[in-house]
T-cell receptor, first 110, second 115 residues
C-alpha cells in the first residue's frame, strides 16, 4: 500500500516562481527521498534527507523534514520550464522496499 | 555512473502472448533489482524484489505465474508478462541497487500495450 500522501496532486505556476510540494508518511523512517519523473520516463533521484536532519539543500532544491509531524516538503526555487514533471516522495519499508507517495504533477508555464 | 537500462522502451503485443522486458545495470553490480508498475497519472507500485540467484519476492496481489522474474546475473533481471491481457497494459519500471546502498537507480521504463 502507498504510505505517502502528497499535496497538492497538481500544481501549475509561472516560470520564475517557487513551487512547494508536501508529503506525509505514516511509519517511522530512517530517511526520506524525493524523485522526479518526466512524462513517460523513469525516475531520477533528487535528494535524500535522513531522519536526524531537518533541512537539506541541493542547488535550487530545498527539502525539509519534520519527523514529529511525519511530513516533508520539497521547495523548488526560481522554477524553470524544464522543472515540469511529477515529483514523488518515497520512504523505505523494511530493508529495501521503497514506498512512493501519490506524487505531485508540476507544470511550469513560460 | 549508476546507469540502468531497459529494453524494449515500448512494446505492443496481442492478448494471450508473452512479453519479456530486460533490465540491466550498465556500470555496477546490482545485488537487488525491483520491478514496478505504473498506471497513467498514478504512482509506482512495487511488484516484486529480486536478488541475484534467488527467487523473487512478490508483493501481495501480484501473480507469480503471470509475472515471471529472473535475476540471472548481477547486471540483468528480466520480467516476463505471460498470457498478456489488455489490463496488463501499463508502464513497467525497474530499478537496481547495490548492497548497503539506500539509493535505487531507475531504468527509463517500458510501456506495454496489449491489444
Amino acid at each position: 500500500s502507498q504510505q505517502g500522501e502528497e499535496d497538492p496532486q497538481a500544481l501549475s505556476i509561472q516560470e520564475g516562481e517557487n513551487a512547494t510540494m508536501n508529503c506525509s508518511y505514516k511509519t517511522s523512517i530512517n530517511n526520506l527521498q524525493w524523485y522526479r519523473q518526466n512524462s513517460g520516463r523513469g525516475l531520477v533521484h533528487l535528494i535524500l534527507i535522513r531522519s536526524n536532519e531537518r533541512e537539506k539543500h541541493s542547488g535550487r532544491l530545498r527539502v525539509t523534514l519534520d519527523t514529529s509531524k511525519k511530513s516533508s516538503s520539497l521547495l523548488i526555487t526560481a522554477s524553470r520550464a524544464a522543472d515540469t514533471a511529477s515529483y514523488f516522495c518515497a520512504t523505505i519499508q523494511g530493508a529495501q522496499k521503497l514506498v512512493f507517495g501519490q506524487g505531485t504533477r508540476l507544470t511550469i508555464n513560460p | 555512473g549508476a546507469v540502468v537500462s531497459q529494453h524494449p522502451s515500448w512494446v505492443i503485443c496481442k492478448s494471450g502472448t508473452s512479453v519479456k522486458i530486460e533490465c540491466r545495470s550498465l556500470d555496477f553490480q546490482a545485488t537487488t533489482m525491483f520491478w514496478y508498475r505504473q498506471f497513467p497519472k498514478q504512482s509506482l507500485m512495487l511488484m516484486a524484489t529480486s536478488n541475484e540467484g534467488s527467487k523473487a519476492t512478490y508483493e501481495q496481489g501480484v501473480e507469480k505465474d503471470k509475472f515471471l522474474i529472473n535475476h540471472a546475473s548481477l547486471t540483468l533481471s528480466t520480467l516476463t508478462v505471460t498470457s498478456a491481457h489488455p489490463e496488463d497494459s501499463s508502464f513497467y519500471i525497474c530499478s537496481a541497487m547495490w548492497d548497503r546502498s539506500y539509493e535505487q537507480y531507475f531504468g527509463p521504463g517500458t510501456r506495454l500495450t496489449v491489444t
